[in-house]
């Protein structure tokens, strides 16, 4: 047999074709009619002894029908045999055959037996049912097969699986595993079964609907042209509004060709919603409107002065930026009238030929001196828009977004902000191809809508802090947006037409300029803005802060006032950064602390003093680093600055006179410069490690100089630690410091506690410049310091420091190491040859 495989108790009607199966099923019925009915291993034509299975069933056979070409006979499986031998005989085979018996399970009333076999007569159920077959059908098969072996192999032959599988049934002789094996092809046939019953379902449910939509929807047709134009046409209007709108050549084209296709497809289409809302994002969008810009530079000094203490060299630039946009303004208008009065005198006489194409569009009423006022405007809006796109950067809470958005205001313009932090996706910028479901324009689209004018100022906010995944790189996007020659055809994913951007005025603001790419930053002009000073913040929260704060608690009309040295304790104890956020959450407490007295009929004082922030607020929460309390030996005071503003921190070095030893593995934190041995705690990245290893190789080979030479530097083992030792360090600056607590330990001279001080240091004593200068010393002064040791090279870079700052500090440019350990040391020492018994000297630690 060709991939049939039958079972004892089976009786099955096949069709006999080939001769030598005819021959077989012959000689059978001249002797007792019993044949042995194998499958074959491969399905072929050709039978051979080798290509057919040794286990199969002998059954008896009987002729149904007879034809010329083929005999239908019927079988009725007796049980199964093995075939011990073949033999050709007259042109068909003979099988040498023994008859195989199941082997039963050892316990037939085992509880596990039992319940396989129970679970298997279910899901043999309900896999008949899934197949179609009658429930009385079904009953009446399983209730004449009460035993295992019967129940089993009459299952096995009602499957819908593999000759190979049914042939491995066949062949399993203990009627647990073969119950077994049973079980798991009918349980998965039924789940396929289901799968199958669930899907078709659910397609039969969405044709059903679908066609119910179609009916509907002709219904309705027909309904709406019985009312004879009651209803709205929907289409006519938003033609009508398109019409109104002077779009560009290549914006007209495609959107009157999606329009055609919107009216042909009709209501019934599925593209019919995604045209629609595509077309009326179109209408949306300002593709003429413009506000009338505001150039009068008193006005905008004025506005920033109302919104913003301070920040006087950010004004300045802002105001140089607004007197060469108001003159180029002016000089785009006059080369508009030329250009204007030119084409008037070319054209005296001479009419175009018309475009019948879309003449209907083109018949909408213009308004000449409509016109002529919004080409003005236009030539404005793009002399105020041309040019480089500012970059605010500077630390949290310093005023960034909001200067931002005095700009819009003194513009007379309007004001969108975008929020770039944790974008991640292209998509956002760009928007979506309208081939996605649920598409959308990107955010620089949606924001011009929100503004409704094609000239608003667009503020990108957080631009240091886009991400880039699987779906793009929204900085690579912003290259378009933010480049003054590209973003006159800024085309959006989802528009998928050109819209004009260079009437926008950007501005973006970051806290970290080395966090954008290299060429989006070359796209922008960077205004650096510093932290606030502490006379600064006290000035801001007493026009700006306790105001605005007093009328959000309702505290308006009660004569609330704050008593200088009251906002002086607030600034300087429970504040510490270089903004006023969180200043003015500070501010915010003490009001509802207030309010709350107020509102439970307690009487308060109108003035609150210093004493009373103490008792509203607790304790001081902040610590800052301030200067120690001595000079001290080991201890360097140097500066650092992060985008949330910049500090002081003390760097520690102790040395001690050690035996030579060989370096072992497990000392991570050790280090050997030279014969010397050096070890870095802190929480230290590379670069600050180089920086002390340079530190440690210049202060050692000056040993003569710094009066330390009783003990070589061969026979030290320097240590430097950084507090605080669970925040992660990095970077050149501190190289001054750590070379000066490595002199000042060695020397036994102790640091002058009221110096602070930064710089790169090299091999050869050289102090190079750094960054972030305005910031470090800013900090510096919070903490007390009176002496900065800054590089030469940075010099120039005090022009930035308020003046105010400037005069109560006082700044050493060097350009050497020699220079700053000159300045920096108490004269006078403790030699190491007279303590080499005592253990380490530091400012803090012991070693």
Not at 209 to 234: F, H
Not at 406 to 427: F, Q, T
Not at 446 to 451: E, H, I, P, T, V
Not at 780 to 809: F, K, Q, S, W, Y
Request: aromatic share 4%; hydrophobic share 40%; proline share 5%.
């Amino acid at each position: 047999m060709r991939s049939l495989v039958l079972f004892p108790g089976h009786t099955v009607q096949i069709g006999v074709g080939r001769a030598s199966s005819i021959a077989a099923v012959e000689a059978a019925l001249a002797n007792e009619g019993r044949v042995f009915a194998v499958t074959q291993r491969h399905d072929s034509a050709a039978v051979k002894p080798e290509g057919l299975h040794a286990m199969g069933v002998i059954a008896k056979v009987s002729v149904v029908k007879r034809d010329r070409r083929i005999i239908e006979v019927q079988l009725e499986v007796e049980s199964r045999a093995t075939s011990l031998r073949y033999r050709a005989l007259n042109g068909y085979l003979s099988a040498t055959t023994t008859a195989v018996a199941d082997l039963p399970p050892v316990d037939a009333s085992d509880p596990n037996f039992a319940a396989l076999h129970n679970e298997t007569r279910a899901r043999a159920q309900e896999y008949a049912q899934l197949r179609g077959v009658p429930p009385q059908l079904i009953h009446r098969m399983l209730a004449h097969t009460g035993e295992a072996g019967p129940f089993v192999d009459l299952l096995a032959g009602h499957l819908d699986i593999s000759s190979a599988d049914k042939q491995s049934i066949l062949e399993t002789l203990p009627v647990e595993e073969r119950m077994r094996g049973v079980f798991v092809h009918v349980q998965r046939l039924v789940a396929t079964l289901q799968a199958q019953a669930d899907i078709k379902a659910q397609v039969d449910a969405e044709l059903g609907k679908r066609q119910r939509e179609v009916v509907l929807r002709e219904q309705l047709k027909a309904i709406q042209n019985e009312l004879a134009g009651d209803e709205s046409d929907e289409n006519g209007e938003l033609r009508e509004r398109l019409m109104a709108l002077k779009l560009p050549a290549a914006v007209q084209k495609e959107v009157l060709r999606d329009l055609d296709r919107l009216e042909r497809a009709g209501e019934g289409s599925m593209d019919a919603q995604v045209t629609r809302s595509y077309l009326e994002v179109i209408v949306e969008l300002p593709w003429n409107e413009r506000s009338v810009d505001n150039l009068d530079l008193l006005s905008a000094a004025n506005a920033l002065d109302e919104d913003h203490f301070g920040l006087n060299d950010v004004k300045d630039r802002i105001q140089e930026f607004l007197a060469v946009r108001q003159l180029q303004a002016k000089q785009a208008v006059a080369e508009e009238d030329a250009t204007a009065d030119t084409q008037a005198d070319d054209s005296k006489g001479f009419k175009p030929p018309r475009d019948s194409a879309r003449d209907a569009l083109e018949e909408t009423e213009h308004d000449p001196e409509a016109d002529e006022e919004t080409a003005t405007t236009g030539a404005q809006s793009k002399a105020v828009a041309k040019g480089p796109i500012l970059l605010f950067a500077g630390p949290p809470g310093v005023g960034k977004t909001s200067i931002g958005k005095s700009i819009a205001r003194s513009l007379g313009r309007e004001y969108v902000r975008i929020a770039l932090g944790g974008v991640r996706d292209e998509a956002d910028i760009r928007g979506h191809r309208r081939t996605y479901v649920g598409a959308m324009t990107g955010r620089i689209i949606d924001g011009l809508k929100r503004a409704g004018t094609r000239n608003p100022v667009i503020l990108l906010d957080e631009v240091d802090k886009l991400g880039a995944s699987m779906g793009g790189d929204p900085a690579s996007a912003l290259l378009e947006v933010l480049d003054p020659a590209q973003n006159d055809s800024f085309t959006d994913h989802y528009l998928n037409v050109p819209f004009d951007l260079s009437e926008v005025l950007f501005i973006a603001t970051a806290n970290f300029v080395g966090n954008i790419p290299g060429p989006l930053l070359d796209r922008m002009e960077v205004i650096e803005f510093g932290g606030y000073t502490e006379r600064e913040k006290a000035k801001i929260a007493e026009r700006y802060l306790i105001p605005r704060q007093l009328e959000e608690s309702g505290l308006r009309d009660h004569g609330i006032v704050f008593e200088p040295s009251a906002i002086s304790r607030v600034v300087t104890e429970y504040t510490r950064e270089s903004g006023v956020r969180q200043l003015e959450r500070t501010f915010g407490a003490i009001s509802r602390k207030l309010a709350r007295k107020i509102a439970s009929g307690e009487t308060i004082a109108t003035s609150v003093s210093a004493a009373a922030v103490r008792e509203l607020l607790g304790r001081p929460r902040v610590r800052p680093e301030g200067i120690v309390a001595e000079d001290t030996p080991g201890l360097a005071a140097g500066m650092y600055y992060t985008p949330v503003g910049g500090d002081i921190m003390f760097v520690e070095a102790s040395v001690r006179e050690v035996s030579p030893r060989p370096a072992t593995d497990d000392d991570a934190t050790r280090e050997s410069v030279g014969s010397m041995s050096l070890i870095l705690t802190g929480q230290l990245g590379d670069v600050m490690k180089e920086s002390a290893r340079a530190a440690l190789t210049y202060v050692g080979s000056r040993g003569t100089s710094l009066e330390f030479a009783g003990v070589p530097p061969s026979a030290m083992e320097a240590h430097i630690h950084v507090p605080a030792g669970a925040i992660r360090k990095d970077g050149p600056s501190a190289g001054v410091a750590i070379a000066t607590a490595l002199a000042s330990a060695m020397s036994g001279r102790a640091v002058r506690r009221d110096v602070a001080m930064t710089g790169e240091v090299t091999l050869l004593g050289r102090v190079l410049p750094i960054g972030g200068l305005k910031e470090k010393v800013l900090g510096a002064h919070r903490a007390g310091i009176r002496t900065v040791i800054i590089p030469a090279e940075n010099e120039a870079d005090l022009e930035d420091i308020p003046e105010e700052v400037r005069n109560e500090l006082s700044f050493e440019p060097v350009s050497t190491l020699d220079e700053v350990l000159a300045i920096a040391l108490v004269p006078g020492g403790v030699d190491l040859a007279t303590r080499t018994s005592e253990p380490a000297r530091s400012g803090a630690v012991q070693h």
